[in-house]
């Protein structure tokens, strides 16, 4: 159920616990504790889910353990991780450390054995308390850029193992840092609610961007109106800028809504496109977090009054709007704007007529009951809970000259889902080669399985268009080294899939299964941590690489080792 506010207005000081109460962690590195970035900032589909601690540009960083505990669980290829480590401590919390380059021998060695036993390089390896205990400050590993990384850095989270929660790490780390730079504001969004207001211009939205005089801006509106505000936070020390820790909103002293961003539940990730402006961030890159909330959003960490946070402009006056956006040294930026209140029944009405003309233009979707929007050749099943407010969608099907089906655009606006939906596909004639199909959308591959004559799969996108492909081609490797012959320590080769994409890519050496390591396309073994003995002895190499589709490449060398 939605947090409602009290109607006594609790000074800001007061929400934070005392630095002093929180416990202090170790650094997780023995260069200067710098951040590039912080807990719950928005990011498509997902919150951040910890913070992002610099290693100075470079990978091979020692990286330790923030407190004691017992190295728990050890990931290669999971969750966008790359290389993880999961340290398991007392209290009830656990600390992650994400993008590794390596592990300390003792647990490197733990996971090649068991990506040899399971013949892959991705694994999960669970641990027991005994196996690998540390102490605060001990070397685990050293810093990457693995997996879902575009730069060298560690990425550091805090769960709470009774329910998985992610908390944020930065409080037992603030004896680390200087901050003393308050948040900045860049701009305000205002909108009309549909059908049940305007904002000047006449229109569903204003946006405006904040200056030193914003207490002097006043916007004209009318009816149900609610605010949005694009923010960052400010470290010292670093260019980098954060997410904002708190917000609140006031209208006219009284407080409307408030978010504070200290925990909340992996499930609960992909509401941040209902509490940020995700179509304005799709459009633009930039980030408008909603001061109002969707009926359908049950984000933890968002709190509103009983009108939801929209703010009802029924009297020809001035509305005095302030934002208090706040870090967690306690640096507070105010941000303040007037919306006067003008009475104008003719934009009122147009507006109605227009959310009118607009639930009777295309599907009217539901957010609080299950929905099934049909085609020819396309069903697509909406479940309970996927959206958080009503939508209306314009689904049209466009024929595809010498295409296996139609393709089917769902939407022309972005719409992500919470829950998956299932979207089911049929081809417009029988195909011979029923396996090598699947359903793609405008950003390539998506999967599908084949029943009875239509391709199901499970997206979270609306806005996407789908049709069937097909894909006979299998994927191509080309050979960096390993030179037939030639005296080689590393094998490498780059593999290419234009179609549904690598799937699997199996190597042997004389019949023994030798492992490779992906990154970006690019697959490395490094001989000497191979079963193979180096005793200058001419080998034969097997690699097989499937696609989704299942096309198959053989690739045969010989190398000496």
């Known amino acids: 159920m939605r947090k409602q506010l009290f109607p006594v207005v609790f000074m800001l000081s007061l929400s934070f616990p005392s630095v002093a109460q929180v416990e202090r962690y170790h650094s997780p590195v023995d260069i200067p504790f710098l951040m590039s970035g912080s807990f719950a900032e928005p990011r498509p589909n997902h919150f951040h889910c910890g913070i992002d601690v610099k290693t100075q540009g470079v990978t091979g960083k020692r990286v330790l353990a923030v407190k004691d505990g017992y190295v728990s669980r050890l990931t290669v290829g999971y969750d966008g991780f790359g290389n993880a480590l999961y340290v398991t401590h007392p209290g009830g919390v656990e600390t992650v450390y994400c993008h590794l380059d390596a592990f300390v021998p003792a647990l490197h060695e733990k996971v090649r054995k068991q990506q040899y036993a399971e013949e892959s390089e991705r694994v999960d390896v669970k641990l027991p308390p005994s196996f690998y205990p ?3 400050g001990e070397l685990i590993a050293y810093s990457g850029n693995t997996g879902a990384s575009y730069a060298p850095h560690l990425h550091l989270e805090l769960h ?4 998985g929660a992610l908390l944020d790490p930065l409080p037992h780390f603030l004896h680390l840092l200087k901050d003393d730079m308050k948040p900045e504001v860049h701009g305000v969004k205002l909108y009309a609610c549909p ?8 229109g569903g939205a204003y946006l405006f961007t904040v200056t030193a005089d914003a207490s002097f801006r006043v916007v004209k509106a009318w009816g149900r109106i609610g605010a949005a505000v694009s923010a960052d936070d400010l470290m010292n020390g670093t ?9 609140t909103l006031k209208v006219d002293g009284r407080q409307v809504f408030r978010s504070q961003a200290d925990e909340y539940l992996p499930k609960e990730n992909r509401l941040v496109n209902s509490w940020g402006d995700y179509p304005h961030y799709r459009r633009t890159g930039q980030w408008y977090l909603k001061s109002f909330v969707d009926p359908g959003n049950t984000l933890s960490f968002l709190s509103c009054d009983g009108n939801r946070g929209w703010v009802d402009v029924k009297e020809e006056r001035d509305y005095v709007f302030e934002y208090a956006l706040e870090d967690l040294s306690g640096n507070v930026r105010f941000c303040r704007f007037t919306v006067r209140g003008e009475r104008n029944e003719a934009a009122l009405k147009e507006a109605e007529a227009e959310e009118y003309g607009r639930r009777v233009s295309g599907e009217w979707v539901e957010y609080d009951r299950p929905q099934v929007i ?12 996927a959206l958080t407010r009503d939508e209306v969608l314009r689904p049209r099907v466009e024929t595809v000259q010498g295409g296996i089906s139609n393709r089917y655009v769902l939407h022309d606006e972005y719409v992500p889902l919470v829950k998956y939906a299932t979207l089911m596909l049929a081809p417009r004639e029988s195909v011979v080669h029923p396996d090598k199909c699947y359903i793609e959308s405008s950003r390539g591959y998506v999967g599908g399985n084949y029943v009875d004559g239509w391709y199901t799969v499970r997206i979270r996108e609306l806005a996407e ?15 960096l080294t390993a030179q037939n012959g030639k005296k080689v320590s590393v094998l490498r080769c780059a593999v290419t899939d234009k179609g549904s994409g690598v799937k699997t890519f199996k190597a042997y050496a004389d019949g023994t299964f030798v492992l490779f390591t992906s990154h970006k396309g690019v697959w490395t073994c490094r001989l000497a941590e191979t079963p193979l003995k180096p005793v200058g002895k001419r080998r034969r190499l097997l690699v097989k ?9 053989v690739c045969e060398r010989e190398f000496i080792y």
Request: proline fraction near 7%; charge should be positive; aromatic fraction near 6%.
């Open 134 to 136: 540390v102490k605060a």
């Open 160 to 163: 709470r193992t009774s329910d």
């Open 195 to 202: 059908g049940k207001g305007w904002v000047e211009p006449v």
């Open 239 to 247: 260019s980098n800028k954060f997410g904002i820790r708190r917000i």
């Open 374 to 385: 049909q085609r020819p050749g396309m069903e697509l099943r909406i479940p309970l809970g």
């Open 465 to 479: 268009s789908y049709a069937l492909a097909m894909d006979t081609i299998a994927p191509q490797c080309r050979w």
């Open 545 to 553: 690489i499937a696609d989704q589709c299942g096309n198959e490449t």
